[in-house]
Every structure is written in structure tokens, then in C-alpha cells.
């Protein structure tokens, strides 16, 4: 079966850095994607990884290890507004995206 | 303004009452997906269309159609509605199948007693 495993819920406060973990089996691997959601709010794209390594986009960063089946979003400088869930989901042999049931993050001040 | 819409933004129904909710989306997107996603499940593709004139079974598509006569638009109908159909239900298109982001529309909340 697939499967993508994230934990339900993180909790860090405001300034400092979170990593959120993602391991995944899924049948062919065509990508692998990070989204934001806010409560209420529809998904909105964070990052897509299909090759190893780390990818840098301002403050967010996400890393893929194909061979470990493992990516990871790090957060730096964690803001208020940045409390959400973060959605993993990676894309199948058949280009369909198979998600993880999310990770709220919640920031203290 | 360029984006995705859906219609109605909630609704409730009463159990065997036939129901579509409407998706248009003006990017000139190629794909179109159908997503359900309730609480504690990551979302789940119902159906989905590749390019105008096609469509594809998901995870979930019992209970569920979908047409797609022009490449804006992608309805969702549920045919006689059951309260497992309970959910927020999300439409999504990208440029492309293949590793392209899929952008979101607003979701609509779906309520069936």
C-alpha cells in the first residue's frame, strides 16, 4: 500500500527554527511537494523536490532523500502568520499525489 | 482575476438528494482534480481529467462524477447523496499531470444529513 507519515502536531515558538519530518512508500516516485494550508483556507504550494538534496526558498527549506524515503521542511524565523498545517504529498508512477494527513504547527509567542 | 473558483462555498443536503458542485478555473490549465479531505485523513483524489474531454477514477470515486466539456470547467456530482459524503471538498488544477503545483480553490463544505 502507500503510505506518508507525518506527525500530527508540532509546537515551537516564534523566532526560532522547526523541522517537520515526512517518510513516505509509495508505488514510483515522480516528485515530492510541501503545502501550507491555514484553517479554513485551501492548500497553497511551499516546495517541490525530485532529485536529493536541499532546496532554499527564503525562510522555508525542504530536503529529499530518495533512498531513505524521507524529506523533511524546515522553517526558520518562525512567524505568527506561519501557524498551519504543512501538507506532504508525493506524486505516483501514475502522477497522482498521494498526501500525508498533515501537520499543524503552532507558534507561541 | 486569475484563479479557482468553486461553487457553492457550504452547503447542506438532505441524504438521496442529488447534488453538483461547480469548479471553473481560468489559467488555462490542462488538469483538473477533485480532492475530499476530512479530519485526521490527508486529501483524497475522487476524480480527475488530464485535458478537456477526458476523466479518470482517484482513491475514492464511488458516489461520485464528473464531466469535463471544456478545459475551464469540472462539476462534481454526487448522484443521491449519502452522510458519509460529509467533507470539505477542494478542486485543484496544474498545467500539467507531471510535477507541475496544483493550485487550489476555495473549497466548498459539504453537509449531508
Known amino acids: 500500500g502507500q503510505n506518508i507519515d507525518q506527525p500530527t502536531e508540532m509546537t515551537a515558538t516564534e523566532g526560532a527554527i522547526v523541522q517537520i519530518n515526512c517518510t513516505y512508500q509509495?508505488?514510483?516516485?515522480?516528485?515530492l511537494f510541501w503545502y501550507q494550508q491555514h484553517a479554513g483556507e485551501a492548500p497553497t504550494f511551499l516546495s517541490y523536490n525530485v532529485l536529493d538534496g536541499l532546496e532554499e526558498k527564503g525562510r522555508f527549506s525542504s530536503f529529499l532523500s530518495r533512498s531513505k524515503g524521507y524529506s523533511y521542511l524546515l522553517l526558520k524565523e518562525l512567524q505568527m502568520k506561519d501557524s498551519a498545517s504543512y501538507l506532504c504529498?508525493?506524486?505516483?508512477?501514475?502522477?497522482?499525489?498521494?498526501w500525508g494527513a498533515g501537520t499543524k504547527l503552532i507558534i507561541k509567542p | 482575476i486569475a484563479g479557482i473558483t468553486q461553487a457553492p462555498t457550504s452547503q447542506i443536503l438532505a441524504a438521496g438528494r442529488r447534488m453538483t458542485l461547480r469548479c471553473t478555473q481560468d489559467?488555462?490549465?490542462?488538469?483538473m482534480y477533485w480532492y475530499r479531505q476530512d479530519l485526521g485523513l490527508g486529501l483524497r483524489l475522487i476524480h480527475y481529467s488530464n485535458t478537456a474531454g477526458t476523466t479518470g477514477k482517484g482513491e475514492v470515486p464511488d458516489g461520485y462524477s464528473v464531466s469535463r466539456a471544456n478545459t475551464d470547467d469540472f462539476p462534481l456530482t454526487l448522484a443521491s447523496a449519502v452522510p458519509s459524503q460529509t467533507s470539505v471538498y477542494f478542486c485543484?488544477?496544474?498545467?500539467?499531470?507531471?510535477?507541475?503545483?496544483?493550485?487550489f480553490g476555495p473549497g466548498t463544505r459539504l453537509t449531508v444529513l
Open positions: 485543484a488544477s496544474s498545467d500539467s499531470e507531471a510535477g507541475d503545483e496544483q493550485y
Open positions: 489559467m488555462r490549465h490542462n488538469a
Open positions: 504529498a508525493v506524486m505516483d508512477s501514475n502522477y497522482q499525489l498521494i
Open positions: 509509495t508505488s514510483g516516485f515522480n516528485g
